[in-house]
């Protein structure tokens, strides 16, 4: 297994991007992940009851086909709480995207980070389609990573070379960050392409399992967004034996996590404002349920965050914060080891006494600079 | 029905305060609230599960007599996270008062604000009993209502004067605000003192709504402090009919309950570097507690929190707070009304088109001044 943080488009994967207009800074803001063969698609969405007009699109898709071609994301504006009219955008996008690569309007899957709230400007997208079509190539993604960015800091990117068998096979997967950075930004999403063979029960599962242990592992500002996504494309094009069970799961399984908790790292330490990059690790809890609930809940205090901020080796916001999680934990169970916090990594480790349950949780520290990012208005 | 924000005690209550020595800056920050007639007792505590020593040994007494005389409230330490050293520091200054004063010691509670994780000195409570003691008069509620606040930057006063029958009755509250201030800080503390004659039932039936209505309806941080607590005194001196049901328990709800919301707004408006003061309305809910839980979702939503502060109407972060409420909101069942936010007071509306349920919170705004206030370590 070789791992290099680098976008590395498996076999039959194309990508593109170009700055159709709907960032005013004129940066990329379209891309547009393609497979040659038709891909087994596999996702995992925010669970905010109030999802975006693309997401809601896309599980339809994902209901009603098998195989998936394409994936379009623009960045500049969510989507989001645009009502009906957003949904017939989305559609629209669809059907550009569908159109210009002669593909089944259901095998188009399709994302949107941006703006809330506000209508999507879809004359700019048909415009750009031809263009972006025209530039798919394998080198692509590079540009392609950066248009699905925001006010993302570096683009976020990590490829890996596995064996299945003997024959090769290659996971890449592209991010954007999770700071609810910029006034009315949102959304984490993240792309993961592979040319392996595998059956699809076992890659929803896989990736189900992946995403538990890393994205849904981190917390910037405890804010949900209305967009988060990671979806996933495996177009067979390695010709491996089809993962179905056994070693061959577990290589593969193993790398996907990899990628996932690589990725969902980077997203923390890219958090806007943030200045400490902090590991929250419960052990001992009744179960890893519990150990997952307090854990977070230390992650999202924002005394706790503050403290670590300034430094300040603050044991009871920590004992607060377990005592606030709503799990019946009592003083006489609790053991806090709190880390240096002068340098860039915090770790904390919470002994709760009572279990084997145990999480390891990711976040970022608080700071004025985050106020400052999401108070201004532009 | 009479109401100053100012604290008048009712009769056959004294107070006192002395500064002995638990805060560094020498302010006064050990106060005593006395009944010179045997009292029933009711209050409302954290549901935090690791709390305070004071608070074990108050929740004992409360449940092991059925008359009480004094509350004895340091600030400056909240002998908290202290273990069975703890325990018996708290038990301790419960043995003092209840000498100096010639009572019981299960007529006395106690109370704790402050550092938490650090042993509370008792020697100097004890030392400062006789002066504390001799000190009880009726004036000195002006003191002992500065005796208990720690950071916050004016102190909370209200006083209600009602008729029961033809009865002069009083309620006095002194309260100290939620903000968890300075580092290691915490606690909100409330004390409400009646001569109001009532049945003990009544009594916690009418605390439990107020504070439901109040002191659980507002939110600075989202962190739950290991104190918070709001404790009555009724010794019955005002002679009035027994308060047991009607126009007369109705009367003294009304008063009990506006008493609580206001000094709960005075916490929210005193809360740490807060610029703005922010009402929530959720009408139209399922039921009340979904309107309260999709409210304090939005009061706790650190983007809606940052946007307010910023001026900045962003509709996409209180929509994006619903759908992360936990509630199966859709989009179609929203509508959200925003005030002008140039002003001290920000009024929120959010409908959800599907129920009668309702609630009302209270925030603030989250600025850089926080930060700062709670990263510093001092």
């Not at 969510?78 to 989305?90: P, R, V, Y």
């Not at 530039?135 to 800091?153: F, R």
């Not at 930004?185 to 029960?201: E, K, S, V, W, Y």
């Amino acid at each position: 297994m070789k791992k290099v943080f680098k976008a590395n488009l498996p076999l039959g994967f194309k990508a593109s991007a170009v700055a159709c207009g709907l960032k005013k800074s004129g940066k990329l803001d379209l891309a547009l992940l393609y497979s040659e063969l038709p891909a087994l698609a596999s996702a995992q969405f925010t669970t905010n009851s109030i999802i975006a007009a693309p997401l809601i699109i896309s599980k339809k898709h994902l209901r009603t086909a098998k195989r998936f071609q394409a994936i379009l994301v623009n960045s500049g504006n969510a989507n989001c709480f645009t009502g009906k009219t957003g949904l017939s955008d989305a559609q629209a996008t669809v059907e550009f995207t569908a159109r210009e690569l002669g593909l089944k309007k259901n095998s188009v899957l399709i994302n949107s980070t941006g703006i809330i709230g506000r209508r999507l400007n879809i004359s700019k997208i048909k415009l750009a389609m031809p263009k972006l079509v025209r530039g798919l190539t394998v080198e692509g993604i590079n540009a392609a990573k950066n248009a699905i960015l925001t006010t993302d800091t570096f683009s976020k990117e990590v490829t890996i070379d596995l064996q299945i068998g003997k024959c090769p096979v290659k996971i890449c997967a592209i991010a954007k960050g999770a700071g609810m950075v910029a006034p009315h930004m949102a959304t984490m999403l993240c792309f993961i392409l592979t040319d392996a063979r595998i059956g699809q029960n076992v890659l929803d599962k896989a990736l189900k399992s992946a995403v538990a242990d890393s994205f849904n592992c981190i917390t910037v500002d405890g804010c949900m967004s209305t967009n988060d996504t990671v979806m996933m494309l495996a177009n067979g094009a390695s010709g491996n034996k089809m993962i179905l069970k056994g070693k061959d799961l577990q290589n593969f399984s193993t790398a996907l996590n990899t990628v996932c908790l690589d990725l969902a790292k980077m997203v923390v330490c890219d958090a806007e404002g943030a200045t400490k990059f902090i590991q929250i690790d419960v052990t001992q809890a009744r179960n890893d349920a519990e150990a997952k609930g307090v854990a977070l809940e230390i992650a999202n205090s924002l005394l706790f965050k503050t403290a670590v901020f300034g430094e300040n080796p603050n044991f009871g916001r920590v004992a607060s914060a377990v005592g606030a999680s709503g799990f019946k934990i009592k003083e006489t169970q609790l053991q806090i080891k709190l880390g240096s916090l002068k340098g860039k990594t915090v770790k904390l480790s919470v002994k709760l006494l009572r279990g084997q349950g145990k999480a390891r949780v990711f976040t970022s520290d608080l700071t004025p600079e985050y106020i400052k990012i999401n108070a201004e208005y532009n």
